[in-house]
């Protein structure tokens, strides 16, 4: 079991930040990937970011290149997702989600553990 709990949504004004936390409890000591996606009103999920475990390697989707930074603190089996410049589509609930074995090998792909969701709502 692997659960995943997200925290940190909220209303922002255009041009502003949040930071969203992803804290792992369960069998975390061993996993492929874990990262972030979004699902906005009457679209399709999307990966946001993803970080592979074993080198840190990571995807951003092109339009939060510059603006999102995810990170890690494995003593804390938390992953995080700074979001800076927040823009109006960027409004969605955002999840957190792990990828155990990697059958893909793409980051942001196929994915095996979701959290909830937490809703992030850019407006003025």
């Known amino acids: 079991q692997f659960d995943l709990v997200e925290s940190g949504g909220g209303l922002v004004q255009p041009g502003g930040s949040l930071r969203l936390s992803c804290t792992a409890s369960?069998?975390?000591?061993?996993?492929?990937?874990i990262g972030w996606f979004r699902q906005a009103p009457g679209k399709e999920r999307e990966g946001v970011s993803c970080?592979?475990?074993?080198?840190?390697?990571?995807y951003y989707v092109d339009s939060v290149k510059g603006r999102f930074t995810i990170s890690r603190d494995s003593a804390k089996n938390t992953v995080y997702l700074q979001m800076n410049s927040l823009k109006p589509e960027d409004t969605a609930v955002y999840f957190c989600?792990?990828?155990?074995?990697?059958?893909?090998?793409?980051?942001?792909?196929?994915?095996?553990?979701w959290g909830q969701g937490t809703r992030v709502t850019v407006s003025a």
């Open positions: 989600a792990a990828d155990l074995i990697g059958r893909t090998g793409i980051l942001c792909g196929a994915q095996d553990y």
């Open positions: 369960g069998v975390t000591s061993d996993y492929y990937a």
């Open positions: 970080i592979r475990r074993s080198d840190g390697s990571l």
